[in-house]
């Protein structure tokens, strides 16, 4: 196998074939409204990686919702900007990378993320700083009414956040 790949690359480079790898771009071929719904989504990240909540409500229509794992129910409004203040507080530093953004064509969105930060405050659940750092991959779920978030719904490894942070043990399987 290896040498028919071998054969197929020399084959292209004596042909004078030329490859342009890109990163993964998903503004390309994307209808305008496609384009919205991705738009807002980055908007959505950038002002939470910002710490602008204006900008981030900014983001939803009017009674547009958030939920994540930890909530017993959806946030809404100015709900969703004392979440973020907490976690602000909780980890200053925090930040999200968007690895990927995709959208179905159909007011549905998705963003794959990997979320850092160092626990140098209390949480929202009341635990007391450890000073550890962590970093999760996540996901996004994204209800979209024109280029508005209707709703948000985050998925991530808590397990592996809270084993990260020292607040629970790590599994003798997992070491």
């Known amino acids: 196998m290896k040498t028919l790949r071998v054969g197929i690359v020399l084959i292209l480079v004596l042909a004078g074939a030329s490859c342009t790898i890109r990163p993964h771009e998903p503004w390309i071929n994307r209808s305008a409204a496609a384009q919205g719904r991705l738009a807002t989504v980055r908007a959505y990240y950038d002002a939470l990686n910002r710490r602008d909540l204006d900008a981030l409500l900014g983001c939803f229509v009017e009674r547009g919702s958030y939920t994540d794992p930890t909530l017993e129910e959806p946030?809404?409004?100015?709900?969703?900007?004392?979440?973020?203040?907490?976690?602000?507080?909780?980890?200053?530093?925090?930040?999200?990378?968007?690895?990927?953004?995709?959208?179905?064509?159909?007011?549905?969105?998705?963003?794959?993320?990997?979320?850092?930060?160092?626990?140098?405050?209390?949480?929202?659940?009341?635990?007391?700083?450890?000073?550890?750092?962590?970093?999760?991959?996540?996901?996004?779920?994204?209800?979209?009414?024109?280029?508005?978030?209707?709703?948000v719904e985050v998925f991530y490894d808590q397990l592996a956040y809270l084993t990260q942070l020292g607040l629970v043990a790590a599994s003798p399987a997992a070491s």
């Open 75 to 151: 946030l809404t409004g100015d709900e969703i900007a004392d979440y973020a203040l907490s976690m602000y507080s909780a980890f200053p530093d925090v930040e999200f990378e968007v690895v990927h953004y995709g959208e179905s064509g159909d007011g549905r969105a998705v963003a794959q993320w990997i979320m850092r930060g160092t626990h140098t405050g209390t949480t929202e659940a009341g635990a007391a700083p450890t000073g550890e750092k962590f970093e999760v991959s996540g996901m996004a779920f994204f209800a979209l009414e024109g280029v508005k978030i209707a709703s």
